[in-house]
């Protein structure tokens, strides 16, 4: 049974999709003015062991991500505010470059990204700037429902129309009033009301991505964008709707207004799920602040991204996980220690080509309660550490769990091999001894031998072409 923590409702609920076996699951996408930094990356880590969990499960996922390719305003101390500048324009103007050249390169980088922490790829990828009529479409209704106003060109949606707005945030709306979360706009009529479409205004004359819309020129807001692409995929109604938690206040909230507003359907999301920020010791992640650090920057730093994904799992993905070189150097040891483990047991074990899930074992069992427990992953890893350490189970019936357990882990297990050890003339030496007292059935000294060879760092694999050595 899966149990995922529903933030709204603030408990862990039994999930259940709303059709069969079919779960439909949208993750907030990028925005791609820059590389993804570390941070955003542990939000996709986790929602990927979310689609690898519900696969494992026996779930169908249909699973779509956006591309934020225009709409999202900057400015760090406004939150999600719908003053700034359009991150996108910004970067483009400063690099020299079209939006669209920024877009693409920044696209491509984060899928890159993906790639290497073996992130799963959605179903269907989608840029914000190819759905422009589905958002103009949306809008549309919901104008025609009542819940819109025009103020200085712009479409606001109007949050005081919609009664459940702080379903989600449980900020009350006259809390927000006196807030700070949003900068006061003066063409709003409450605080928390936000732009469903910006018209070309004199402020943004030169706003280089525009299109034609019933209430002129101009963009979509980053919001309504969410909420046009999952649906045209999802339905108007869909099970999983997922991101960072700092999208809860503003993005989500006023996707689920906006949404429910068309619809009509309630609630138009059954499971959201939000996971929490990789924080750095003192200050957040920011590039304002000069510590931005991407995956690029670790594998400069002598890290693969698998230990950048091994690092992830030692937290629980709704607890704050606190970044720094020392910790990641710790996650870096662990887990390339587990990998020589994997590797002995590989050398002990011929190789599985199909594993099957057991039944009734016990370590499957706890693997299994572990992330059905809200992805608890620092349980799941205890469990492949007691699966690992244990003496009684044969080398081929571990290997099995293990690539059982690695559906979800994703380290692919598979590939692990240690890559072969040129030969120094000392270990070209002790090497051949071995092979001789091995010739002369002298099994004593042949396993002396193997233990000083161990001692420095290698095990010698027996292979059709002769004994080889691998690095510990
Ligand atoms: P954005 O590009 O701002 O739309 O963010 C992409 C994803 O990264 C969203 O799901 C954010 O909630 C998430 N995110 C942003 N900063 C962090 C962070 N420091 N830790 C974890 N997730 C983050
Ligand atoms: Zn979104």
């Known amino acids: 049974m899966l149990n995922l923590f529903n933030t709204l409702s603030r408990e862990k609920q039994k999930f259940k999709p709303i059709k069969d076996n079919q779960v439909g699951f949208y993750a907030c996408g990028l925005t791609v003015y820059d590389y993804a930094h570390i941070g955003n990356l542990r939000t996709y880590i986790f929602e990927d062991v979310l689609k690898r969990v519900l696969l494992f499960n026996g779930y169908k996922v249909k699973h779509i991500m956006n591309i934020t390719d225009v709409g999202h305003l900057s400015g760090e101390n406004l939150g999600d505010a719908d003053q700034g500048e359009d991150k996108v324009e910004k970067a483009a103007r400063k690099a020299g470059k079209s939006p669209k050249e920024i877009t693409d390169f920044y696209t491509d980088a984060f899928k890159k990204d993906l790639t290497d922490l073996h992130i799963l790829f959605p179903d269907i990828w989608c840029p914000a700037t190819e759905h422009v009529n589905d958002m103009i479409q949306l809008i549309k209704k919901i104008e025609e429902n009542g819940y819109t106003y025009i103020s200085g ?267 072969e050890v040129e030969l120094t003339e000392e270990l070209k030496e002790l090497l051949q001894k071995r092979e001789e007292a091995r010739r002369n059935k002298d099994f004593k000294t042949a396993d002396e031998l193997r233990e000083i060879l161990k001692k420095k760092g290698f095990v010698i694999e027996d292979t059709a072409s002769g004994p080889k050595l691998r690095r510990i």
């Open 153 to 419: 060109g712009n479409v606001y949606f109007d949050t005081a129309k919609f009664e459940t707005y702080s379903e989600l945030s449980k900020i009350k709306l006259d809390e927000l009033k006196h807030g700070a979360r949003v900068e006061v706009d003066k063409n709003k009529r409450n605080p928390s009301d936000f732009v469903l479409w910006f018209t070309v205004s004199e402020k943004f004359k030169d706003h280089l991505q525009q299109w034609d819309s019933p209430w002129g020129m101009g963009w979509p807001g980053w919001h309504i964008e969410c909420s046009a692409m999952s649906s045209k995929y999802l339905g108007e109604q869909f099970d999983i709707h997922t991101g960072g938690e700092d999208h809860i206040n503003v993005h989500h909230t006023n996707e689920i207004a906006q949404s429910e507003a068309a619809f009509g359907k309630k609630p138009w999301v059954r499971f959201w799920l939000h996971g929490a920020f990789l924080v750095l010791e003192k200050e957040k992640m920011s590039k304002s602040l000069g510590n931005f650090i991407t995956l690029t920057t670790l594998k400069e730093k002598g890290f693969t991204p698998m230990h950048y994904r091994y690092f992830c799992f030692t937290a629980h993905y709704r607890k704050p996980l606190v970044f720094s070189m020392e910790a990641l150097e710790g996650a870096k040891q662990s887990f390339e220690i587990l990998k020589s483990k994997i590797i002995q047991i590989k050398m002990d074990a011929p190789e599985i080509h199909a594993p099957v899930v057991p039944e009734n074992d016990s370590f499957y069992t706890s693997f299994l309660e572990a992330v059905n427990d809200d992805l608890n992953m620092p349980r799941a890893l205890a469990v492949v550490y007691d699966l690992i350490k244990n003496t009684e189970i044969k080398p081929k019936d571990k290997l099995n769990l293990l690539y059982v357990f690695d559906k979800i882990l994703g380290f692919n297990f598979r590939e692990f091999t240690e890559e």
